[in-house]
DNA sequence: GCCGTTTTCGGCCCGACTGTTTTCAGTCG
């Protein structure tokens, strides 16, 4: 009998045997057929075990009958006789390697097979000592090149938190928005796609040609650039001050449309549409969308007409995809007849669910917070200090609790006297305790407006036990709301890895709704579930955890998430008028 | 390695930039 796998480890393996392959040499798109079904994996919403127990994996689009077996094979032994062979073969410190920019699998195993090494700190001594220069093919320059990329990858991780690179996408295109022959001008990338993490910053300008090497020289001389990592005349890349690459490409205005989306991807996204064109005899680049020539290649004087990224889509067949939607996870079918989905908007946003205050970790008082909540236009703000269990973070006790209730009332009473429009309501982030139990009374929690019911402990609980606990604490009749269900910290901490999909089901069936985390260290709800929560009709709320008053404005990094996941705002609680958000917490 | 109502063999997205090459391979997105 084959025993239970994950299906996490089942994509790490494929990724594994991908990655190991180009590595060895192996003929390359072999390894992209390993990385393909990593990808329909990955996507994959059913348990991963059923289609394995059935033999049915072939039924799975780019999962043929070699990748097959080799998956019956870990479930049924717990290896793979090709990933043994490949790492008896591929030395495990050069996968490390790939991390290096401008070093890919050929180089890689070049330097590795004529100079024999496999470290990263041999490959420093063989760039400075002059063998990696020496070889056919490579040059001072390579090896000049490789050390400054090791040494910038030792500084700074590859990918960085989106609030970040917003920060640093957002000063660049300030200071090239008024330049002279600037026509338009976008962030594209994974920036513009809302992804949780960002490797590269990619800016997009359109220009006519006469002006683009003047913005180019303009650009690569910015005050916010630390170096020059390359410059041509329609793309140049450079580093930031804080270490992020900046790509900046400048197209003609009548490429813009079709450079935004090629440049935007994903890239998975970007080869769908493109085998999507090649079906239709057409030819999908960077220019535009072309009639194919003879050679089955873009025929440059036979472009289709094309105003904007929606038009393209319409000359595929398909309604206008929203940038974060673009990462070959499903979107595809969301638009076959031609629509458009609706995704929820920040302007869709009526009040503010998930904050603290200095009732507990917060930095401000309740007014504070308050105030900047109408400042914003907001006509709540949902209070959810954190609970007694949660001592670290000065959780309330039941009498703090009641102390708390009189402030937040004498607030509102002052609001509706000065003729505000807002309304705190009272609420709590209950820790969720090991068994599964919220940690007050029923009859207390009756009277909150809104609990929350969030993991703060016990974080390393293996994931049925974890899933336990979540599904016990969704099903209690006064909770409303599963804050963070996976705990992670982007880049720094994984979370559990409980099977969300089971808890998603089940939260849908209690209406309770699984709010999406908008602080960007943690933006969990993960939008890979979006899917899975759309099928159910599950509830979320955006939710900006807020300890402080900037923290609210994360609700932006939240509202890319859910639109990634696909959340229209009929399925945002806090998108509700006060009154109709009430009748649903009183469920 | 995967895929297919034009295909079970021969494709598999494609162009810019770099560095090392006298005509292109490797990398990147």
Redesign the pocket.
Known sequence: MPKPVQKDEIVALLEEIGTLMRLAGE?D??A???D??ARTLENLNDDINKYIEEQTL?D?????????SDVYAYAETGSVP?LVKLRKQVPDGLIAW?G?????????Y?IHKELGITEIAELKEKCKDGSV?AL??????????ILKSVAWMEEFSERCRIDEATAVAELFVEKMKDADGVREISV??SLRRASETI??I?ILIAAEEKDAPALMSRFTGLDGVKEV?????????VRSNEGR?V?LRIVSPDHYPAALM??T?S?EH??AL??RA?EK?L?????GLFHQNEE???DFDRPLPVKSEADIYRHLDLGYIPPELREDHGEFELVSGGEVPELVELSDLRGILHAHSTWSDGKRSIREMAEACMERGYEYLGLTDHSHTAAYAGGLSIERVRQQWEEIDALNREFADKGKDFVILKGIESDILADGRLDYPDDLLAEFDLVVGSVHSGLDHPPEKMLDRLMRAAAHQHIHLIGHPTGRLLLRRDGNKADLNRLIEHAAEHKTAIEINANPWRLDLDWRYGRKARECGLMSAICPDAHDISGLDHVRYGIGIARKAGFGAGRILNTKPLGELKKWLSK
Do not use: C, H, W
């Not at 799975?60 to 097959?68: D, F, R």
């Not at 290096?100 to 890689?108: A, N, T, V």
């Not at 990592?229 to 890349?237: A, C, D, V």
């Not at 030819?283 to 220019?287: P, T």
């Open positions: 003929n798109f072999r992209m057929a390993f393909r079904a072939t799975l689009k780019g999962i043929g009958k070699s990748i097959a090709v790939l290096i920019s401008g070093m890919g699998p050929k180089k890689i070049k220069a056919s093919g490579m040059g001072e320059k390579s090896a000049e090149k594209a990338g490797g590269d990619d990592l390359g410059q041509g005349e329609t793309k140049s890349s690459q790509d090629y440049f991807g890239k970007n080869v493109r085998q090649r005899k030819q999908l680049n960077e220019y089955k290649q873009a």
